[in-house]
């Protein structure tokens, strides 16, 4: 399709546009971490890194960060495992029910947020609280995993439609045991789309707020919820737009990594 110079040049603006919309704010947010004026005002009167230093020094972003950190490796490790193990039993096998299976499995990351939090907090409360399930790392852990494994288990069935069994049977008819022709055939296959969901789930899982503000009770606080509750308090501010610019290159860099991986993956290259 030809476009004329005028509607080039007009689907340009609007690319600018929407990418100022998106990226500004986002470089307002690393701006200000070194503004030098704790009102940000603007244009800045100067520059600083005495936010970075006392956010840096600052115990409750720090095992905020630490909890995220935690939750996003737990419920990573679940995704692998149980995303994984599904994605095989759908992509491999034909059984009653397989379709339904798969929507069931995609349904969380479909609905809103805020109804898989109070879902989850409905259950926590009600049904396992008289069991000794308190709110926690544990039930923030839960609360991620719901959404992690669809993404884990997106790539590895993508991976696996496009991924021929022939080098599978041809390994079974050589004499090669179950674990053998997953470990030498069928792993090289899928790794690199394991390693891309896996990196998704956790940039997922490390900035996530709105389940994890109805599954992390009174006790424990994850980065994001650390950053809603200090945005409001004056003095705390810059050092805010500090942990917002550290969330935002961590969140990135998965997210990087997830769409590479993902590239190769599809693209039949490294396996």
Request: net charge positive; hydrophobic share 55%; glycine share 10%.
């Amino acid at each position: 399709m030809t476009f004329s110079r005028r509607a080039r040049l007009l689907l340009v603006g609007f690319l600018v546009v929407a990418l100022g919309g998106i990226y500004v704010p986002l470089g307002l947010v690393v701006l200000n971490s070194f503004n030098a004026d704790q009102t940000f005002s603007w244009p800045p009167p100067g520059f600083t890194l005495d936010w970075w230093s006392r956010a840096l020094d600052n115990r409750g972003a720090k095992d905020a960060l630490l909890t995220s950190v935690k939750v996003g490796l737990i419920a990573t490790t679940i995704a692998l495992v149980l995303g994984t193990m599904v994605a095989f039993a759908v992509g491999r096998y034909r059984f009653f029910g397989r379709e339904s299976i798969s929507f069931l499995i995609l349904l969380p990351i479909a609905l809103p947020g805020i109804v898989t939090g109070i879902a989850l907090n409905a259950t926590f409360s009600q049904v396992l609280g008289p069991f000794g399930i308190s709110f926690g790392l544990f039930t923030i852990v839960v609360g991620h995993a719901t959404f992690c494994i669809v993404v884990v288990f997106n790539n590895v069935l993508a991976r696996l439609r496009r991924s021929s069994t022939s080098l599978e049977e041809a390994s079974a008819d050589l004499g090669a045991t179950t674990l053998q022709t997953f470990r030498y055939v069928t792993f090289p296959m899928i790794r690199t789309a394991l390693l891309a969901g896996a990196l998704l789930a956790f940039g997922l899982s490390f900035d996530e707020i709105i389940v994890t503000t109805f599954t992390a009770g009174a006790g424990t606080q994850t980065l994001p919820l650390w950053i809603l509750d200090n945005l409001a308090r004056p003095n705390q501010a810059p050092i805010v737009n500090v942990v917002a610019a550290i969330v935002l290159v961590l969140s990135v860099i998965p997210i990087y990594l997830s769409q590479r991986f993902a590239g190769d993956s599809a693209g039949g290259g490294r396996v």
